[in-house]
């Protein structure tokens, strides 16, 4: 079937009437599936902060103005403001902010970004396949470890995977009538992509130029004329987010702050701190081997017959595997942290999310085809991660052996499930490749959450953090909702910049440190957080309060303790208490104290 050639559920006629009430039917399931999805398989809402950096984008979201008139002359030269041209996520981020609040406007944006996700790829599917073909697109997004965690913090990841599966699947939408607007909305997805985290920038450029080279050699007509509309709207997406980054966020230019940020990264410096040497630490962590589990199966499924595979399958399987050959390189050879650091290997997530819905459809073709059956693939789907979500638990194995048991296994269920598909469809058949492909699905489920097992020190390495994809379903939430809401708190406790350069340091008792993460993150973390115990003064505290001309001082502990001698170790730079309180929010209750430092507090008092 090529990309032009009719669906076989196109070629029913089906009364008008009938047709809008089936689309409506459709859109309300579509519209209800995240909801449906949160409370029947238990999504953890958010993890439990591992870094820092989530919530120095949800200050941009809460007090953008604040911070620019804070922080701008300090920030610029160390590029510590590259988090505000994020504007992806920033401008509606912003928006969910001022429409209902922080943990209000969290959920709703979460809602959004799942529509976002689920919409084109289930109108890519059933256009594919059929209505249950969209169906399983549809699980297999929601019921991605992988996304739930992305989706649950403030990192630009939570946006980009959503916008990179939508532009995906609307480049592969199989539509001649409508080419060029599935075109604009590719475009403008991957444009909101690339403007929410630069990461995704190669990722995009592999999906374009494999939809690219598939066009030059199967449909080379209006070539010019598309690529010209993608650009337009590119550039236009881009013009918006500039005059809403402005009016909501308080700065136009994201372009060139972004470009020079880049750079700043990417300097030898840069590239020694935050990047691994060594390969060593890829063999502990076990969902890295899902991708290729996936490409490998999507050619199991296709085999190697690339002309007669259906455009928009080639076109997506092809962008998978370029995908992770591209990301493998860059590891290695770029010196970029792309899958070593889960906030940017969740980004690869979205094209394999697509091919493995394929995949599973084509490996379950049995099933699909059977005319009162067909149900019975996306429920078999659903049921994998219902079971698991009743014991979220999975023992840490990393890749040898038993990963590599787990991914051959996996292959060897593919191959399986593609034979069945040749052989006579009898009841027989149609069973034993619903247990392939749930096979197939379960074993990949377990390869994506297994944890990363406890290991020694790795020379070469840089120690990073653990996704938690093991609690993605049946995890409690509780506590990270109610540090989220003490954290967005805190700019409301400390109240608004008063005047340019009014810079506020943070102190805080070292022992607490995984435990803040949120909330000193709120105002840049460590960058802005004195080197020193609580109640004592330490020469480079002193000094960093006077190369900054420090205006306030923000102690913050879950107990308090210290907080008295802390304000008579500042006596050199006369501090005045100037309010003091405790953040609640169910079981997290934090405590501070802002303290102006008249030495250089030029404010109201």
């Keep these: 079937m090529s990309a032009t050639d009719p669906t076989p559920g196109d070629l029913q006629t089906t009364p008008p009437g009938r047709a809008r ?8 399931a579509l519209a209800l599936a995240p909801v449906a999805a949160y409370f029947d398989l238990r999504i953890r809402l958010m993890p439990v902060p591992d870094l820092n950096d989530p919530a120095m984008h949800t200050t941009f979201m809460i007090q953008p103005q604040s911070i620019f008139l804070r922080y701008t002359s300090s920030f610029t030269p160390t590029f510590r403001l590259r988090e505000a041209s994020r504007v992806g996520l920033l401008v509606p981020g912003r928006i969910s902010y001022l429409l209902f609040g922080a943990l209000p406007g969290f959920i709703v944006l979460r809602y959004v970004l799942a529509l976002i996700a689920i919409a084109p790829v289930y109108l890519l599917l059933r256009r594919m396949y059929g209505m249950w073909g969209g169906a399983v697109g549809v699980v297999v997004v929601l019921t991605s470890p992988v996304l739930i965690t992305a989706w649950g913090t403030d990192f630009p990841d939570s946006v980009a995977v959503s916008y990179l599966i939508a532009g995906t699947a609307c480049l592969a939408m199989p ?8 075109l604009v909305g590719s475009a403008g997805f991957f444009t909101l992509s690339l403007w929410s985290i630069a990461t995704s920038l190669p990722l995009v450029a592999v999906a374009v130029a494999v939809y690219a080279v598939v066009r030059f050699l199967r449909d080379r007509p209006h070539m010019v004329r598309d690529a010209a509309v993608a650009v337009c709207a590119a550039l236009g997406v881009t013009g918006i987010l500039a005059i809403a980054s402005g009016l909501l966020i308080g700065r136009f230019d994201f372009v060139v702050p972004t470009i020079q940020s880049v750079m700043f990264l990417a300097q030898p410096s840069n590239e020694i701190m935050y990047h691994s040497h060594s390969w060593r630490w890829a063999p502990y962590v076990t969902y890295l081997l899902v991708p290729p589990t996936v490409v490998v ?3 199991i499924a296709f085999g190697y ?3 007669t595979v259906p455009t928009p399958q080639l076109v997506i399987g092809l962008t998978c595997a370029a995908q992770l050959i591209l990301c493998t390189y860059l590891q290695i050879f770029g010196g970029v942290q792309i899958l070593e650091v889960h906030f940017f290997s969740s980004l690869l997530w979205a094209s394999v999310s697509l091919a493995l819905a394929i995949v599973l459809i084509e490996l379950g073709r049995p099933l699909l085809d059977h005319g009162r059956f067909k149900w019975l693939l996306p429920v078999l789907l659903l049921a994998l991660p219902l079971v698991y979500e009743l014991h979220p638990h999975v023992r840490a194995f990393g890749w040898f052996p038993l990963g590599y048991i787990v991914a051959a296994i996996t292959l060897t269920s593919a191959f399986v499930a593609r034979w069945l598909w040749r052989a006579p469809l009898r009841v027989p058949t149609r069973v034993a490749s619903g247990v392939a492909v749930s096979l197939v699905s379960a074993l990949l489920l377990v390869l994506t959450v297994d944890p990363i097992p406890n290991h020694p020190p790795i020379p070469g390495t840089i120690t990073d953090t653990a996704p938690a994809y093991d609690t993605a379903f049946g995890g409690n939430a509780s506590f990270a909702i109610s540090l989220y809401v003490v954290t967005t708190d805190l700019p409301g406790f400390v109240g608004p910049g008063t005047y340019s350069g009014e810079r506020l340091l943070m ?3 070292s022992d607490e440190r995984d435990e803040i993460l949120g909330p000193i993150g709120m105002f840049h973390a460590f960058f802005d ?3 020193s115990a609580m109640g004592t003064l330490a020469p480079e505290a002193q000094q960093l309060i006077r190369e900054r001309s420090a205006a306030q001082i923000l102690l913050m502990s879950f107990t308090g303790d210290g907080f008295e001698q802390s304000l008579q170790a500042l006596g ?4 005045v208490l100037v309010k003091s309180g405790v953040l609640r929010s169910g079981s997290v209750a934090l405590r501070v104290w802002l303290i102006d430092l008249k030495q250089y507090f030029r404010g109201p008092t």
Aim: aromatic share 24%.
């Design 297 to 299: 199966t999507w050619f």
């Design 529 to 531: 957080s004195l080197p």
């Design 572 to 575: 050199p730079f006369q501090p």
């Design 507 to 509: 102190w805080w008792p």
């Design 21 to 28: 009430l089936r689309s409506l039917i459709e859109a309300i």
């Design 305 to 307: 017959r690339f002309r």
């Design 175 to 182: 539509s001649q009538r409508h080419r060029v607007w599935w």
